[in-house]
């Protein structure tokens, strides 16, 4: 019997999709992460976070063989680069002095989410390749400027060179439960002794400040996180976007929509003071046996998310958002936390640097030679960066 056709359809919104095949997808793929789950994809396009209204028009892309997915990714047309962080906007700017339209573009990606992982879930790699292709092919059809892969995972990366897309790379901070020894650190005090002297002296100044404020922490893990705890943490959320001037990019029915559908991926910290909440932080775990289907080789790993704080106490954001998840994360085993987009701070924590990748399409041959040659420069100027950057090691130096 022959096999079926392969058919590449672009619907216009993930919840076009059957969860149960886009999960059971995602679970077989390298690095899933739980911003890739169907159910967080849906929840940002059904509680108006990422929209047409909000600027990211959903069509997201996959290839059926009968019934059967085969492969997909979440497809977005943009028409503005707000909530990728992978910054092109002079890319856009030059384009506009040509007198040429950026904008409408494509974006493989998670809206909002700078979290590497895999974007094109695929049975295997040639799979891969044929999806990106389908995507690629569709917005040279729709007559779209670029199409930009981001935080992508090696093997996504692959596909893309096979396919000629340009590379382009930035850098995160992570942290890595791993002692000197090479052995799980036992507790924050053993993490702070693997330190050198002046970031351990930093770090305990920092958590006595917090300390003697009178701040004290909780922390809730899934469905032991109740409704007005969620409803806290929004207003920490909201207040941290509006005091820059922005509303926040997500709305709280997408908050109520991950409370009720994924909860098991969230980890929420409340800071206390006098009996009273005064501030928060959202983390995300990985370690959920529905999306990784039982499998031992994927790590269990923590991202740092959302933060807010209704009281200013000095030093209470690297509490809420560093040491206290690191002390949960070593206390319960992750491997590794991921500290979000940017910033050198973080590395007086401990999180340190390391490349993050996307791939680029560009439908104008001079633009796209001109960011190609763009982008060789940028690359070496990063491999200088991360080198100076792993030079400043804040562990102790061995020997």
């Known amino acids: 019997m022959a096999e079926a056709r392969i058919i590449a359809r672009v619907l216009d919104s993930p919840l076009a999709f059957d969860a149960a ?110 999806l990106l292709q389908a995507v690629r092919d569709w917005c040279e059809r729709q007559g779209l400027s670029s199409l930009h892969l981001l935080f992508a995972a090696d093997e996504d990366l692959q596909a893309a060179r096979e396919l000629g897309l340009l590379q382009r790379h930035t850098v995160q901070f992570h942290w890595h439960n791993q002692s000197s020894a090479g052995t799980p650190y036992r507790d924050f005090d053993d993490f702070l002794q693997h330190l050198s002297q002046d970031k351990r002296k930093k770090i305990r100044q920092e958590r006595r ?37 922005n509303p926040p990019y997500l709305t709280r029915a997408f908050f109520r929509l991950q409370a009720e559908q994924m909860p ?3 980890l929420l910290f409340v800071a206390e003071r006098a009996g009273r909440p005064i501030a928060s932080s959202l983390i995300a775990i990985s370690a959920d046996p529905s999306l990784t289907n039982g499998q031992k080789d994927h790590e269990f790993v923590a991202y740092g998310r959302y933060w807010g704080a209704l009281e200013r106490v000095d030093c209470l954001h690297f509490e809420a958002c560093y040491y206290q998840p690191l002390a949960w994360c070593i206390a319960h085993g992750v491997q590794r936390f991921e500290g979000g987009a940017q910033g050198e701070h973080k590395m007086a924590r401990a999180l340190l640097p390391v490349p993050t990748h996307s791939a680029h399409w560009l439908a104008h041959p001079a ?25 400043r090691t804040p562990f102790k130096h061995s020997g």
């Open 209 to 245: 400040r917090v300390a003697e404020a009178g701040v004290h922490f909780r922390w809730l893990r899934g469905r032991d996180i109740g409704p007005a705890d969620w409803d806290f943490f929004y207003r920490c959320y909201e207040r941290t976007y509006l005091e820059h001037g």
């Open 21 to 130: 095949a886009w999960n059971a997808l995602l679970a077989r793929q390298s690095r899933p992460t739980p911003f890739m789950r169907h159910e967080y994809l849906a929840a940002l396009h059904a509680s108006g976070s990422a929209t047409p209204e909000t600027g990211w028009t959903p069509r997201f892309m996959g290839l059926w063989a009968g019934a059967e997915l085969l492969a997909a990714c979440p497809l977005y047309v943009k028409s503005h680069s707000y909530g990728e962080y992978v910054f092109d906007w002079a890319w856009a700017n030059a384009y506009a002095q040509h007198g040429l339209a950026y904008y409408p573009k494509a974006v493989v990606a998670v809206p909002f989410t700078p979290v590497p992982g895999t974007r094109l879930l695929a049975r295997d790699q040639a799979l891969r390749v044929q």
């Open 264 to 266: 098991e991926a969230w």
């Open 367 to 391: 633009f796209a030679d001109a960011v190609e040659r763009f982008l060789l420069r940028e690359g070496a100027a990063v491999q200088d960066y991360l080198g100076d950057l792993q030079a």
